[in-house]
């Protein structure tokens, strides 16, 4: 008895001391071997973590919600920012006496009731530990220390520095902030892109993003952020290479996560003391553009409406339990292909569904990111096009370009544009009249006023006055047209004809002004003032009536596909507006011959200014002509309705007014020519000189193409001079032949190289300068446009990137010398 005495009093001394040593220093297990269970109570009364990485920077463990009833999740978790990195149990909570359990094969955690609730899959060999590695990696290895399983693999919603998130892959946003369970909004990376989406739709692409930055065109395999971006990479292993980035500020911990709003954060820390974590990117960056944010059929408005809410219903609509529906109790929203079989039965009595106009002034998000499904169509086919499928809600139609964009599934959110939106899109919604679906009525669109937009008039109501006044507008426009021009009548009465809707007529407001032949000529002087010549055709200077200058084009190897292309381009071209770009005002076909009529530009083009006799263009003029060049060409890349490639850059089409503001001209063009000759006049558009290889090498034309033409621009910026003089004039195809004379110092981007490569800028500058710009800003000018030229498109910047180095809010690309040697050889792409 005696001798048990000690050993029961040091068992109890133990027994009473250990919960204290566990309170002031907690347990810090950095691995595990089977057999081991335990469950929150448990650690809560050690006070320790299940897992602890070697410095402690994460700890796996359970995390409480504090919800009634409590929800449980197994978690790891960054310790000094307290952020839940991953979660085994998202989908069911459990409570404090769930059990985590390690055992052979593999980790398992099983609720009160002793059912499984989350395990890891069946794995190859034994497990011999369970590790949390100081990268916030759970791992389960065998004896070997090879990796069975890896929390890693099975991403929940967060990505952490270090981590490889494989293309196929997407993080699945949790319901709210204290309920993990996966949601509706998703972070997809697929084999070209990184993109945030709901039920399918796209609301936002890192290709598309203002601050990424694209590299190759090659498929993605993976995405990894590190200290400095996050980056996609092609191949794998050691032999990866960066397709894209997007560059953040260096720290030593970021994580990347898709929140619960739907928008993807990136946020980062660089101390291991308890910290806030400071963000570095939120998208989409602004709240509206989120696909539902108002829920399905809210509207998200530019006004806050209190203190937290932008959100409101459209008029006519009111607040339900998933986002807004019709007040009006007679009408119902359609479920989808999934609705119940009343609805379904519904939809199918009255054949045709009839839509509601919800007007204009607003947008949906998805519409940014997605092709129409059809384009250059009238209303009522884009109408048929939705009553065909089940899944077909509603549909956003463009009248400029006849752009057509079903919504599938699910209707999220609109949000309010700004004024300065060129041409908002008309949505109509699918609708079931519950009364009485007479099928005499069942095509009609029914209109519904919303507030503020001004367009949105012309289609709001058809009733009384309104009627009236557009009646008498389309009667005058149709005999203007008719006496205007047959040609011209005729073809706009086929679309007239072949539109069943009221509306089918308002196609025409696309359209720029038509002017008559005699107008034409009588401000042409009859042609007396030519102004300048090209691909395209003559130009000629104008007094119109009203006594506006203009300049008027006469187009020459007009295509015979003609006519009906010829309006479908002309609506695209005159729909596009921006203060870089020269505005369409009108046209005129007479016979077989089209004119274009523009705004007249005082001070001529770039070529005059820079190359002519005048006085030196200073160098800040030149930055502001490179600066509004590069903007009218990325909005013509990626601002506009439709992609437009310009084909053509050049001094000559890079016009000045009399405030030095650039006007780009000549764009959308190239879509007029015959499509058979095309490829013969390929040569044709783009003028020698400023024609990058693939236009040579026949690979594909793309945006990248005017990105080249841009960089032989900004090189005869800087030296004021041709960068091949002895074509200097010649804008029409030569034999290959010529070209070999243009090899050696005279061919100037050959001679940039060279200077860069030897860091010689100042040397470069155009002499008439004589100093007056420093060789720091010749660089910046010199390694833009050398990025431009390199060989393979996919490896020059896009035009936004471009605009992005010259206003500073990226780094001025390096270029790549590989990529350039050609130039050495190659008299710059003519041969
Ligand atoms: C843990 O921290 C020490 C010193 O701060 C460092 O030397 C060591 O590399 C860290 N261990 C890991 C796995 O990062
Ligand atoms: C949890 O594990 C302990 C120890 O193995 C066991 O006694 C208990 O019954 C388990 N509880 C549940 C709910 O599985
Ligand atoms: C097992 O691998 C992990 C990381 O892969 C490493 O940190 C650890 O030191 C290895 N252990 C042994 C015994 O090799
Ligand atoms: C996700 O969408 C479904 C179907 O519309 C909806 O029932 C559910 O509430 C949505 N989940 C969240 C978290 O909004
Ligand atoms: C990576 O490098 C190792 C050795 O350096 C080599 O054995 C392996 O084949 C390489 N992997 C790839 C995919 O190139
Ligand atoms: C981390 O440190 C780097 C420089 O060391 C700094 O540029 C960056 O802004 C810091 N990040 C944070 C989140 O403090
Ligand atoms: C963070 O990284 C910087 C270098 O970028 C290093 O100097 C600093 O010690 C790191 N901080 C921690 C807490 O690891
Ligand atoms: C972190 O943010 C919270 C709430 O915004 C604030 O109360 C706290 O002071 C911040 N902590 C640090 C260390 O900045
Ligand atoms: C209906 O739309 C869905 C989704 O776009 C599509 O997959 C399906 O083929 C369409 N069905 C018909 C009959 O057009
Ligand atoms: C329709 O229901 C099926 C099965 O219930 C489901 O898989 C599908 O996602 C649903 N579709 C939509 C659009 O909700």
Redesign the pocket.
């Known amino acids: 008895m005696k001798s048990l005495c000690p050993c029961f009093f040091l068992a109890l001394c133990l027994l009473l001391i250990f919960p204290f040593s566990a309170f002031s220093d907690p347990l810090h297990v950095h691995s595990i071997t089977p057999f081991f269970t335990t469950n929150n109570l448990q650690l809560l009364d050690n006070n320790g973590a299940f897992l602890s990485s070697i410095n402690h920077t994460f700890e796996a463990s359970f995390v409480t919600q504090s919800v009634q009833p409590p929800r449980i999740y197994f978690s790891v978790i960054h310790v000094s920012t307290q952020s839940v990195i991953w979660t085994a149990n998202r989908n069911t909570p459990v409570s404090n006496s769930a059990n985590v359990t390690l055992t052979i094969d593999g980790l398992a955690i099983t609720d009160e009731s002793k059912e499984l609730i989350w395990s890891t899959p069946p794995l190859s060999s034994p497990v011999s530990a369970l590790l949390l590695l100081e990268t916030g990696n759970l791992v389960l290895v065998d004896e070997n220390n090879v990796s069975l399983w890896q929390s890693f693999d099975y991403p929940t919603d967060t990505i952490v520095t270090g981590q490889r998130f494989p293309a196929g892959k997407s993080l699945v946003s949790a319901a709210s902030a204290d309920d993990f369970s996966p949601a509706n909004y998703s972070l997809t990376l697929n084999g070209e892109d990184l993109a945030l989406q709901w039920f399918g739709q796209t609301y936002w692409r890192l290709s598309m993003d203002t601050h990424s930055f694209k590299f190759s065109n090659k498929p993605v395999s993976y995405m990894e952020i590190n200290s400095d971006g996050l980056y996609l990479y092609g191949g794998s292993g050691n032999d990866s290479f960066v397709i894209s980035k997007l560059r953040l500020?260096?720290?030593?911990f970021t994580i990347a996560r898709i929140g619960y709003g739907g928008r993807f954060t990136i946020s980062?820390?660089?101390?291991t003391e308890n910290v806030n974590?400071?963000q570095?990117l939120l998208r989409p960056s602004k709240f509206c553009l989120v696909s539902n944010i108002c829920g399905e059929l809210g509207f998200c408005t530019l006004k806050q409406i209190n203190k937290i809410n932008y959100c409101t219903c459209l008029e006519g609509f009111q607040k339900d339990s998933t986002g807004c529906s019709p007040i009006e109790k007679s009408i119902s929203l359609p479920t989808g292909c999934n609705g119940s079989s009343s609805d379904r039965e519904l939809e199918s009595a009255s054949s045709v569904a009839s839509y509601m106009n919800l007007g204009t002034g607003f947008q949906y998000i998805a519409n940014d990111f997605a092709m129409p499904a059809k384009r250059g169509v009238d209303l009522s086919v884009c109408q048929d096009l939705c009553s065909q499928n089940c899944s077909c809600l509603g549909f956003f139609y463009r009248y400029s370009s006849g752009s057509c964009y079903p919504v599938e599934n699910h209707f999220g959110s609109v949000y309010e544009i700004g004024t300065t939106e060129p041409e908002p899109p008309s949505a109509y919604i699918k609708v079931l009249e519950k009364s009485s679906p007479s099928p005499g009525t069942a095509t009609a669109i029914t209109n519904k006023k919303h507030g503020f937009p001004v367009i949105g008039i012309v289609f709001i109501s058809l009733s009384g006055f309104g009627l009236i006044v557009i009646i008498t507008a389309l009667a005058i426009l149709w005999l203007h047209r008719k006496r205007t021009s047959e040609k011209v009548a005729l073809s706009l009465g086929r679309w007239d004809s072949s539109s069943s809707t009221a509306f089918g007529t308002t196609s025409i407001p696309g359209l720029p002004s038509s002017f008559k032949y005699e107008e034409i000529e009588k401000a042409t002087d009859d042609f007396s003032t030519q102004i300048g010549s090209g691909g395209f055709g003559t130009v000629y200077k104008g007094t119109m009536a009203d006594e506006t200058k203009v300049a008027i084009k006469k187009i020459k190897n007009l295509g015979v596909r003609g006519k009906e292309e010829f309006f479908t381009e002309l609506r695209i071209i005159g729909s596009i507006h921006h203060v870089n770009l020269v505005r369409l005002k009108g046209f005129c076909v007479h016979r077989s011959s089209r004119f274009l009529v523009y705004e007249f530009m005082n001070r001529g083009s770039l070529e005059r200014i820079l190359f002519g006799d005048g006085p030196v263009l200073e160098w800040r003029d030149r930055c502001k002509i490179v600066l509004g060049t590069a903007r009218a060409l990325t909005y013509l890349h990626s601002g506009c309705q439709q992609k437009i490639i310009h084909c053509d850059i050049k001094p000559e089409n890079i016009l000045l007014s009399e405030s030095l503001q650039v006007k780009v001209s000549d764009f959308g063009l190239s879509k007029l020519l015959d499509h058979e000759t095309s490829k013969l006049l390929t040569t044709l558009r783009g003028t020698r000189g400023y024609l990058a290889p693939e236009w040579i090498t026949s690979s594909g034309i793309t945006d990248k193409t005017d990105v080249y033409s841009f960089g032989m621009v900004l090189l005869e910026i800087v030296s004021g001079k041709r960068n091949c003089p002895l074509l200097a004039q010649n804008t029409s195809i030569g034999t290959s032949s010529s070209s070999s004379s243009l090899e050696g110092p005279t061919f100037f981007p050959a001679l940039a190289f060279e200077m860069h490569k030897e860091r010689r800028y100042s040397e470069l500058a155009d002499p008439r300068l004589e100093g007056r710009v420093s060789g720091e800003e010749i660089e910046k000018i010199v390694r833009i446009a050398l990025c431009c030229l390199h060989i393979v498109p996919a490896l020059r910047p896009s035009m936004q990137n471009v605009v992005d180095m010259l206003e500073g809010r990226i780094p001025i690309g390096n270029p790549i010398v590989y990529a350039l040697n050609f130039l050495l050889s190659f008299g710059g792409g003519q041969t």
């Open positions: 500020s260096s720290s030593n980062s820390s660089n101390s974590l400071t570095e």
